[in-house]
């Protein structure tokens, strides 16, 4: 079957719906970036079926009324409206059908439990919002105030995970009711009509029960009633600390991230604030060293976090921040370590952060009770002795800036010195969070002050990390494990594939590829990815820039092993697996590793190899492809076009490539030659402006095609932000286009 996506966003969600799908269908895909847009792929596609696995748009009648069309809304039958999750999150059980009234009740002292069960449901667009037929729909069970449960959490987790079931079973579905229709068709003497029902059409009817018991339980749905709520406003989701409780604040907060983010007031200026971790310290956050403090006064901080204390005497872990778009802001601020951005905004000061530093036990234990902590260590014992060594790390969006690489390096040098002290220490094991890794951390790197310095030291900073991977661990005997229970992106990818095992949860979505960011990659990928894979293949892998599944890694060396289901059982799978490999005894070195140089020079080499290309990616006139891909991501910048490896009705032959698919992407002469056009573009407005008889009209200046359009620059999420123009990143791009070349300093060249 051919099936068009129309999405906002390639996001997590229709990533997994397209790996699905794609063993039995052809899928292309649309970024709904206008009606025209969305109409003119319909035509050229011509699919049997639509489907919108995140689409924050409308999709115009001309679709719907032509092509069977499916919209994955991230609630059960009879929920309607654009803020499904946060009314959820935020404690709507159900119970109240006024949404005026409902938000009064959350404004109460005492929280209700909130619903036990949320859902999906997948149904077919129609002229009224959310309120066509039901083609199936799924639940699972909730706890709204799990920790580290957000908006995105649930979104990436339980929501795709149902969305993925449902969608498969309702494509099941049309194609049965297909067939169905043909044969009655046929039946009753219509020869004409069953010729005519060959394709699938918006006439289908769907049944009944379809909305009334879910796919997996056959039951109804199991959370309270359901209503159509209206968008959830940021005023709305405004906390009081003189009366709220440690619980409903956070609720707020998570209810809100990771967009848009809860806008307060809490430290002065309006800011959107991010994480809403709750700390239930017996002591009271920070015990002793904020004796008194009124609600809301920041009490401790930690890793670049703060803890404000609430009127409950518990404290609230703010980990991010970010500052609010006005006016006369082009584009969207980065979201940033709420230190680095309470910094910047002069509300606290570095003596401050200091003096308020609350760290945890300097033993590396997961803390007993509720608070914020990116880092543990759970070392388990099997009965001769033998011991593995569980790495925890939960980084923000699997985003690791350079503290926390060095942080993570502590971590796992606190693990050398106790195997170094006699400790029978076999293995590690590396179990990231809902997010494996995503490498560098970008937004961390746009809000600095110098974004090329502040990417080449933290991609030296990952480098290290995975340098104890490859060299300290090893030469120790101690065998390397990663157990990828969350979505692995680039640096992340190669992270994992230089242990000696990996691991993977069958739900996750794999982007090896650095490319799209417009980076060539280090993390010692040239070994690892060619070692596992073999030349050619690791070449691949890096130039086709889609999601793959944990199968196909498996099945092309990338990956070990892939067990399937997610939280407490994977976690039990890895360690049962990790167990029987530590108490056989036989584990050696990798069969991959066997085949290549691993000595110190061996692996010195390729670290300067990889970080020549990469110190172009940042300095030289290829930085271009890099910093605006960085700004564009970041701040959230609407695409001028679907990618052309997603909209394969867009190619019409084989020279249609996108950029990232053509040679001249990596070669620096390219992108200098781009600086010389564009600053002969300058020269010339500039000679317009002072003799326009001067102007040579048969100078020709190419502009290259892919850089951002000002008049198209639209945010992405539209519903929350108005639409914004692009400007060019103030720490990367100027008027003067020869600013575009930042040279190497000498400095840092003589490491390369």
Same mark, same amino acid.
């Given at each position: 079957?051919?099936?068009?996506?129309?999405?906002?966003?390639?996001? !997590?969600?229709?990533?997994?719906?397209?790996?699905?799908?794609?063993?039995?269908?052809?899928? #292309?895909? *649309?970024?709904?970036?206008?009606?025209?847009?969305?109409?003119?792929?319909?035509?050229?596609?011509?699919?049997?079926?639509?489907?919108?696995?995140? /689409?924050?748009?409308?999709?115009?009648?001309?679709?719907?009324?032509?092509?069977? #069309?499916?919209?994955?809304?991230?609630?059960?039958?009879?929920?309607?409206?654009?803020?499904?999750?946060?009314?959820?999150?935020?404690?709507?059980?159900?119970?109240?059908?006024?949404?005026?009234?409902?938000?009064?009740?959350?404004?109460k002292e005492i929280c209700r439990p909130g619903r036990t069960h949320w859902g999906i449901t997948i149904l077919q667009a129609i002229e009224e919002f959310d309120a066509g037929p039901v083609w199936a729909f799924e639940q699972f069970t909730l706890d709204i105030d799990q920790p580290g449960m957000t908006k995105s959490e649930l979104y990436r987790g339980p929501v795709s995970r149902a969305a993925i079931t449902a969608a498969l079973v309702a494509v099941d579905r049309i194609q049965k009711a297909v067939i169905f229709s043909r044969v009655a068709a046929a039946t009753n003497g219509a020869e004409s009509e069953a010729c005519s029902l060959t394709r699938i059409s918006p006439h289908l009817k769907a049944n009944h029960e379809f909305k009334l018991l879910s796919v997996g339980s056959r039951l109804p749905f199991q959370g309270g009633k359901?209503?159509?709520?209206?968008?959830?406003?940021? $005023?709305?989701?405004?906390?009081?600390?003189?009366?709220?409780?440690?619980?409903?604040?956070?609720?707020?907060?998570?209810?809100?991230?990771?967009?848009?983010?809860?806008?307060?007031?809490?430290?002065?200026?309006?800011?959107?604030?991010?994480?809403?971790?709750?700390?239930? @310290?017996?002591?009271?956050?920070?015990?002793?060293?904020?004796?008194?403090?009124?609600?809301?006064?920041?009490?401790?901080?930690?890793? *670049?976090?703060?803890?404000?204390?609430?009127?409950?005497?518990?404290?609230?872990?703010?980990?991010?921040?970010?500052?609010?778009?006005?006016?006369?802001? =082009?584009?969207?601020?980065?979201?940033?370590?709420?230190?680095?951005?309470?910094?910047?905004?002069?509300? /606290?000061?570095? #003596?401050?952060?200091?003096?308020?530093?609350?760290?945890?036990?300097?033993?590396?234990?997961?803390?007993?009770?509720?608070?914020?902590?990116?880092?543990?260590?759970?070392?388990?014992?099997?009965?001769?002795?033998?011991?593995? $060594?569980?790495?925890?790390?939960?980084?923000?969006?699997?985003?690791?800036?350079?503290?926390? @690489?060095?942080?993570?390096?502590?971590?796992?040098?606190?693990?050398? !010195?106790?195997?170094?002290?006699?400790?029978?220490?076999?293995?590690?094991?590396?179990?990231?969070? !809902?997010?494996?890794?995503?490498?560098?951390?970008?937004?961390?790197?746009?809000?600095?002050?110098?974004?090329?310095?502040?990417?080449?030291?933290?991609?030296?900073?990952?480098?290290?990390?995975?340098?104890?991977?490859?060299?300290?661990?090893?030469?120790?005997?101690?065998?390397?494990?990663?157990?990828?229970?969350?979505?692995?992106?680039?640096?992340?990818?190669?992270?994992?594939?230089?242990?000696?095992?990996?691991?993977?949860?069958?739900?996750?979505?794999?982007?090896?590829?650095?490319?799209?960011?417009?980076?060539?990659?280090?993390?010692?990928?040239?070994?690892?990815? =060619?070692?596992? @894979?073999?030349?050619?293949?690791?070449?691949?892998?890096?130039?086709?820039?889609?999601?793959?599944?944990?199968?196909?890694?498996?099945?092309?060396?990338?990956?070990?092993?892939?067990?399937?289901?997610?939280?407490?059982?994977?976690?039990?799978?890895?360690?049962?697996?990790?167990?029987?490999?530590?108490?056989?005894?036989?584990?050696?070195?990798?069969?991959?590793?066997?085949?290549?140089?691993?000595?110190?020079?061996?692996?010195?080499?390729?670290?300067? $190899?990889?970080?020549?290309?990469?110190?172009?990616?940042?300095?030289?006139?290829?930085?271009?492809?890099?910093?605006?891909?960085?700004?564009?991501?970041?701040?959230?910048?609407?695409?001028?076009?679907?990618?052309?490896?997603?909209?394969?009705?867009?190619?019409?032959?084989?020279?249609?490539?996108?950029?990232?698919?053509?040679?001249?992407?990596?070669?620096?002469?390219?992108?200098?030659?781009?600086?010389?056009?564009?600053?002969?573009?300058?020269?010339?407005?500039?000679?317009?402006?002072?003799?326009?008889?001067?102007?040579?009209?048969?100078?020709?200046?190419?502009?290259?095609?892919?850089?951002?359009?000002?008049?198209?620059?639209?945010?992405?999420? !539209? @519903?929350?932000?108005? =639409?914004?123009?692009?400007? #060019?990143?103030?720490?990367?791009?100027?008027?003067?286009?020869?600013?575009?070349?930042? =040279?190497?300093?000498?400095?840092?060249?003589?490491?390369?």
């Open positions: 079957m051919k099936i068009l996506f129309l999405c906002t966003a390639h996001n !997590s969600l229709s990533q997994r719906l397209f790996l699905a799908l794609s063993t039995s269908h052809s899928v #292309t895909i *649309e970024y709904a970036l206008s009606d025209e847009l969305m109409i003119s792929a319909a035509q050229l596609a011509k699919p049997d079926l639509i489907i919108c696995p995140f /689409l924050t748009a409308r999709v115009p009648k001309e679709i719907y009324n032509e092509y069977l #069309t499916l919209i994955i809304h991230p609630g059960p039958p009879g929920d309607a409206g654009p803020s499904a999750l946060d009314w959820v999150l935020l404690g709507d059980d159900g119970s109240i059908e006024d949404s005026s009234l409902l938000l009064e009740s959350l404004d359901t209503h159509d709520r209206p968008l959830l406003r940021a $005023a709305q989701r405004e906390f009081d600390l003189s009366r709220h409780t440690a619980q409903q604040i956070s609720r707020r907060i998570r209810c809100a991230d990771s967009q848009p983010g809860s806008l307060s007031k809490i430290f002065g200026p309006n800011l959107y604030v991010y994480g809403g971790i709750i700390d239930e @310290c017996p002591g009271g956050p920070n015990p002793g060293n904020a004796l008194g403090a009124a609600p809301g006064t920041i009490v401790a901080t930690r890793k *670049e976090a703060v803890c404000i204390s609430t009127c409950d005497g518990k404290g609230i872990w703010i980990t991010h921040v970010r500052r609010l778009k006005r006016a006369n802001d =082009p584009a969207l601020w980065p979201k940033v370590p709420a230190t680095f951005g309470l910094m910047e905004l002069g509300i /606290l000061t570095a #003596t401050q952060v200091r003096h308020l530093q609350w760290d945890l036990p300097n033993d590396w234990s997961k803390s007993p009770y509720s608070t914020f902590q990116e880092i543990w260590i759970d070392f388990e014992t099997y009965g001769d002795v033998k011991q593995a $060594a569980y790495l925890y790390f939960d980084f923000y969006n699997g985003a690791m800036a350079t503290n926390q @690489c060095s942080h993570l390096v502590e971590a796992m040098d606190h693990i050398l !010195s106790l195997s170094d002290a006699g400790q029978p220490i076999r293995a590690v094991v590396l179990m990231g969070g !809902s997010y494996f890794s995503n490498g560098i951390a970008l937004n961390v790197i746009e809000a600095s002050p110098s974004p090329a310095a502040e990417s080449w030291f933290n991609i030296n900073r990952i480098d290290d990390v995975v340098h104890h991977l490859l060299h300290e661990f090893p030469t120790r005997d101690i065998l390397t494990i990663a157990g990828v229970r969350g979505n692995a992106a680039a640096g992340g990818c190669a992270l994992a594939t230089a242990c000696d095992l990996v691991i993977a949860g069958s739900e996750v979505v794999l982007n090896p590829a650095y490319r799209g960011v417009g980076l060539y990659g280090s993390e010692y990928h040239s070994l690892s990815y =060619p070692g596992r @894979c073999g030349a050619a293949k690791a070449k691949e892998i890096l130039r086709s820039m889609t999601p793959m599944t944990p199968f196909e890694a498996r099945s092309l060396g990338l990956f070990d092993h892939v067990f399937p289901g997610s939280g407490t059982i994977l976690n039990k799978r890895i360690r049962n697996h990790v167990a029987v490999v530590v108490k056989s005894g036989k584990a050696g070195r990798a069969l991959w590793r066997s085949k290549l140089d691993m000595s110190p020079s061996a692996l010195a080499a390729a670290r300067a $190899a990889e970080l020549n290309e990469m110190s172009k990616d940042f300095y030289s006139p290829r930085s271009t492809r890099y910093h605006t891909r960085r700004f564009n991501f970041v701040r959230k910048v609407k695409a001028t076009q679907t990618p052309l490896r997603f909209a394969t009705h867009r190619r019409f032959d084989a020279n249609d490539l996108d950029e990232e698919e053509c040679d001249s992407f990596d070669e620096v002469e390219h992108y200098q030659k781009m600086q010389e056009n564009a600053l002969l573009r300058h020269l010339q407005e500039r000679l317009a402006q002072l003799n326009p008889a001067s102007v040579n009209k048969s100078l020709e200046i190419t502009v290259p095609p892919f850089l951002p359009s000002e008049k198209n620059a639209e945010n992405m999420f !539209s @519903c929350y932000y108005p =639409p914004t123009e692009y400007i #060019t990143s103030p720490s990367v791009l100027s008027t003067s286009p020869s600013s575009l070349y930042i =040279p190497l300093p000498a400095k840092l060249a003589s490491g390369v």
